[in-house]
């Protein structure tokens, strides 16, 4: 019983560790991930860009080796800067708008989860599935009562009997 709840408990992490990767951040201002939707579309375009998204992550921390290329807003304030999927940035009194920058950091870290996660699987499922049915009657003929052994055993309760 405690290799199974062992087992259990290793697939919820997992779960959670997948589940929170696939979870498209809030739009929250600077620092935060831009492309993430607000509402959850289950369209095949929906699902296609969520995907999309979660492999090329965007950011607006500011790198530089990058250059900064401004967003085409027409009122200059946050909000329309958020709304139009740009980055709101002040330089002294000015409030300017910037498009998002690849983080290429964030990729490398999916990407390195994902496939661990699923070389975790690949390499575990295998021993959960020995591990389940090793002690499966129908599959491990040594888990079976033989025949002589039922004889012997109802033998031995006919005696007990008498």
Excluded: Y
Excluded at 9 to 14: A, F, G, M, R
Excluded at 122 to 146: D, V, W
Aim: hydrophobic share 40%.
């Amino acid at each position: 019983i405690g290799t199974q709840r062992v087992w259990v408990v290793t697939v919820l992490i997992l779960l959670c560790s997948i589940h929170s990767l696939l979870a498209a951040p809030a739009q929250q201002g600077l620092g935060q991930s831009e492309t993430a939707p607000n509402k959850l579309n289950m369209t095949a375009k929906g699902v296609f860009e969520s995907l999309l998204n979660f492999f090329r992550p965007m950011t607006c921390r500011l790198s530089n080796e990058r250059p900064l290329i401004p967003c085409q807003v027409e009122s200059l304030n946050a909000s329309e800067c958020l709304k139009n999927h740009c980055c709101p940035m002040k330089i002294g009194q000015d409030l300017q708008c910037h498009m998002p920058v690849k983080d290429d950091v964030q990729l490398a870290i999916r990407l390195i989860l994902l496939t661990g996660g699923g070389f975790l699987i690949l390499g575990l499922l295998p021993i959960c599935c020995c591990a389940i049915l090793q002690r499966s009657p129908c599959i491990n003929p040594l888990q079976r009562i033989s025949k002589k052994v039922r004889q012997m055993a109802q033998e031995r309760r006919e005696r007990r009997e008498q």
